[in-house]
DNA sequence: ATAGCTGCAAATGCTTTGCAAGGCC
DNA sequence: GGCCTTGCAAAGCATTTGCAGCTAT
């Protein structure tokens, strides 16, 4: 067993938080390895705080709440709200749309490439487009 | 002047209710009044509300949540998620996408055709689509 | 040293619920 | 009359905030 001080997984999710300006407090860095460990996750700040809880990471849900912010505000993630009451965190933040199962709950991620998106409307007076949201909500 | 007892708007909106299977209570046919005699609308519960006492509809928010819901469910209205905390009814329950203006928090609606959807992924497992939501956020 | 974080608990704000009273068929 | 609706206030939930204490740099 060798100490866990520092393994080249941390040290990625180090950098990625130093690059995106943000301190790599202890509770920081635990969350962003529970996140961007795994390749693509959704998650919600319940659901992470409780995996965190699981990996033995003590941080309150407000600071859950907190990180999850900083990092969507950081473009670490990207927040997709499935409706009032239901949000989730994407760790993928390139292009791309979501099927949405509404027995489960679940999101999957559904590649920009698949869908052809044509003939976009200009956005009015002159407004730039922030983001374009899809999700396909299917009833299993 | 004449009474205000039965307009024509009023039985067509009377009509509706009755044929969503909806019972044409006071409160309702007066909420399903604002909402559909004057054209498609996006509102929010607390904005209908505050519409509703400006009229002198004498209704409680409780009530407007729930017509709004049932509305929703007899598919007289379809809800529109924007975030958490920020929920929109459209009177427009055609196919069709939105805008969604951040600085202002205003829908607009996008036609259908406006948008090619084209290469829709299959729903895994055999599930069905139940609906498409598109929105552009777009920053002015 | 110090600007930025975190934890806790209380506060918010939107939405739902419970139940008695009222109204539509 | 019977069952669905309403109103009110209270409850619920997810999320946010205030502030004292910590901590990364």
Redesign the pocket.
Known sequence: MRAKKTSPADLTV?ERL?TA????????LA?AKLLFAQGHRHV???GLFNEAKDNRV?????????????FTEKSLLREISID????YFDTNVGDHYHFYFEQTGKLQDIPAERIALANLPEAPGGATVARVDVIIRVRD
């Open positions: 180090l130093r300006g943000l301190r790599p407090t202890r509770q920081r969350l919600t700040a319940e003590d941080v309150s849900l407000a600071t859950v709440y907190n990180a999850l912010h900083d009032s009451s239901r949000s």
